[in-house]
């Protein structure tokens, strides 16, 4: 129950909690999928998971139809057109071994 409570202290899965049941814009790097260039793909997602590492999103459209990522990877945003939550997922985000 503590660790919960620290958990939405964290801003990141404090606001990714808020959003739990609910659609949010998933939006990822094209360059994942070998595209070069700033393109990132949006799909509406419901979020059914948060936990201090990471969240899981269920999706009816694209290739992702429930998928998991690393919360490190995420920029939190506004989609304007769906007035909701923007979710950026990009894997050069990830945490690098120091070596």
């Known amino acids: 129950m503590l660790q919960k409570l620290i ?3 964290s801003s990141k899965v404090g ?11 998933v939006s990822w790097s094209s360059a ?10 949006a799909y509406p997602c419901e979020v ?3 936990t201090e590492y990471f ?4 999706s009816k459209q694209g290739p ?16 304007a057109r769906g007035n909701r939550l923007q979710i950026y997922v990009d894997p050069e985000m990830k945490v690098r071994p120091p070596w």
Do not use: C, Y
């Not at 606001?15 to 049941?21: H, N, V």
């Not at 994942?32 to 793909?41: D, E, L, Q």
């Not at 969240?55 to 269920?58: A, D, L, M, R």
């Open 7 to 9: 958990d939405l202290r």
């Open 15 to 25: 606001e990714l909690t808020k959003w739990l049941g609910k659609e949010v814009t």
């Open 32 to 41: 994942s999928h070998g595209v070069i260039g700033p393109n990132w793909m």
């Open 48 to 50: 059914v998971e948060v």
């Open 55 to 58: 969240s899981t999103f269920n």
């Open 64 to 79: 992702r139809a429930h998928q998991s990522e690393p919360n490190a990877w995420f920029t939190l945003s506004w989609d």
